[in-house]
């Protein structure tokens, strides 16, 4: 069974895509910030992260997603990320994804970065 790791500091978001994933039979492993995530990352292999790029109320930079992706390029975790970018201009974020990327593709809101 594939395994996804939901990284969102919104419970709602969290429980929407597991109970999506769930019902597609993946294995969910859910994390409200990146320390926790950090922590999942340590104890289990996953498959997939999804991911915000915000986790403190009130940013927006995207910089703790970014920070993020910068420790998990550093990490053993080999997983492809799917990175939720909740403006319209997703080009803002783009440049600095891309330095963590092998590839990103856009698809409306979200991007698909590969480590």
Do not use: H
């Amino acid at each position: 069974m594939a395994s996804i790791l939901v990284l969102d500091c919104r419970s709602d978001i969290r429980f929407s895509l597991s109970l999506l994933l769930e019902q597609q039979e993946y294995k969910v492993f859910e994390a409200s910030d990146p320390e926790v995530a950090k922590r999942v990352l340590a104890g289990q292999q996953v498959d997939l992260i999804i991911q915000d790029m915000n986790f403190t109320p009130g940013t927006n930079s995207g910089q703790e997603g970014l920070d993020f992706l910068g420790w998990l390029r550093e990490s053993t975790a080999s997983a492809p990320v799917v990175a939720f970018v909740p403006w319209s201009n997703t080009k803002l974020i783009e440049q600095p994804l891309a330095k963590f990327a092998k590839y990103a593709v856009r698809i409306r809101e979200f991007l698909l970065v590969r480590k």
